[in-house]
């Protein structure tokens, strides 16, 4: 009898089990199953940093603090503020000083003329700050001249290197007219259809792709043609002994790219050898990758004619009147005025200082920059070993005029 209620009790346990397990398995009628877990959300992609975009920042300072301020002739600043002024007299906050400068009909002597200066302008430190927040008091100082080529109004024997005027096709549009934050920016292509596509670079236009008819003159040294581009403005002699001026009108939109730094770049020169001479020497050296190095910048500049009125004045710079040799400066007009004076303090090829009054007179496509500057020296070949051999630090400061208040960005 036990034995027999052992064996029920073992079969009662195993039907429970069996029970139990087919209730564990089976899914219920009246609940529905759980769902499922939702998956844990993707984080969000990491936000971009906005570029760091540097601005000027002007710091007021006494006319003692300008280095060697007074050992400058002022007298040659004046005269290049004065000739600025036919652009510069009706435009805010110029009105005041040009007037002042234009009335002037004393011979000025140097001091007479510092004290024209000093009073009516207050000079400003031109300082940035970096990324981190250091503030950064220097750039870089470049120099530009006004060459002198040889060349011909017709293509015939050595004159075989085209400088062209400006494409029918090109089209420039204003980006500051369509967002006013992107003022002073622009864009150049050419239309195709609706759509506006890049002009040829210089590789481009040197395999043909360039303008048809509108050759100026033809010139007898690519090289010679290349640096005459950089510097913007130059004189070409033709064969009849004429003399005719060749200045900056437009360019093909593509970025300036420095041949120099190429050549760093690929070893072939050091940082020091990188001047004007420098690269002609090494072109000269190595005639075989010229077209190769020379066409690493993609940027194409087209020119226009001028007259020669006086042979002893410069070419027009962006502001539109005659630049004058060791006075005026090109600068990055996005962050200082164009035409205003600026007090510059460097130091010449030889490295003796470089400390005078300067007019912001020309802009430049490899000119940018808050502490940035290129210093005209002059005419011809003299003028053109002192500027190709000119970088250096340098500092500047801004000279704004006492009734215009605390200078501001353009």
Not at 39 to 51: D, Q, T
Not at 166 to 188: M, S
Not at 306 to 334: H, M, Q
Not at 335 to 356: V, Y
């Amino acid at each position: 009898m036990r034995a027999r209620r052992l064996g029920l009790a073992i079969a009662a346990a195993i039907a429970t089990l069996a029970l139990l397990a087919g209730c564990g398995s089976a899914p219920s009628r009246t609940t529905p199953p759980a769902p499922p877990r939702p998956s844990p959300p993707s984080p969000a992609p990491p936000v971009p940093a906005p570029e760091f975009v540097p601005q000027p920042v002007f710091t007021a300072i006494p006319w003692a603090g300008l280095p060697g301020w007074n050992r400058d002739d002022a007298r040659e600043a004046f005269a290049a503020f004065r000739s600025g002024c036919a652009a510069l007299r009706t435009r805010a906050p110029w009105q005041a000083a040009c007037a002042a400068a234009l009335a002037e009909t004393r011979t000025l002597t140097a001091p007479q003329a510092r004290e024209f200066f000093e009073r009516l302008f207050q000079p400003w430190q031109v300082t940035t700050t970096d990324a981190s927040g250091a503030v950064v008091d220097s750039g870089t100082i470049t120099g530009y001249f006004e060459p002198v080529l040889r060349g011909s109004r017709k293509r015939e024997g050595r004159y075989t290197v085209p400088l062209y005027g400006v494409p029918d096709d090109l089209v420039t549009i204003d980006l500051g007219e369509l967002y006013p934050a992107l003022k002073g920016e622009r864009v150049r292509g050419r239309l195709v259809g609706k759509r506006v596509v890049p002009y040829a670079d210089r590789a481009g236009i040197a395999r043909g792709e360039g303008p048809r008819g509108k050759e100026i003159v033809w010139v007898d040294s690519a090289v010679d043609a290349f640096f005459l581009h950089v510097q913007g403005s130059g004189r070409v002699q033709l064969p009849n002994g004429e003399v005719i001026r060749v200045a900056y009108a437009d360019q093909n939109g593509h970025p300036y790219r420095a041949i120099g730094r190429v050549l760093v770049e690929k070893q072939e020169l050091t940082v020091e050898q990188a001047t004007a001479p420098g690269l002609a020497a090494w072109i000269a050296q190595h005639p075989e990758r010229a077209d190769e190095i020379l066409n690493a910048n993609p940027s194409f500049v087209f020119f226009r004619e001028e007259a020669i009125a006086d042979p002893k004045r410069g070419p027009r710079g962006a502001l539109g009147v005659p630049l004058t040799a060791g006075r005026s400066v090109a600068i990055d007009p996005r962050n200082l005025p164009l035409g205003a004076p600026l007090f510059l303090a460097t130091q010449w090829p030889d490295g003796s200082p470089l400390e005078r009054l300067v007019m912001g007179q020309d802009t430049g496509g490899a000119i940018r920059g808050i502490v940035r500057a290129d210093f005209f020296t002059g005419l011809g070949p003299e003028a053109g070993d002192r500027a190709g051999r000119m970088r250096a630090p340098g500092r500047l400061w801004l000279l704004w005029p006492r009734d215009a208040g605390v200078p501001m960005k353009p």
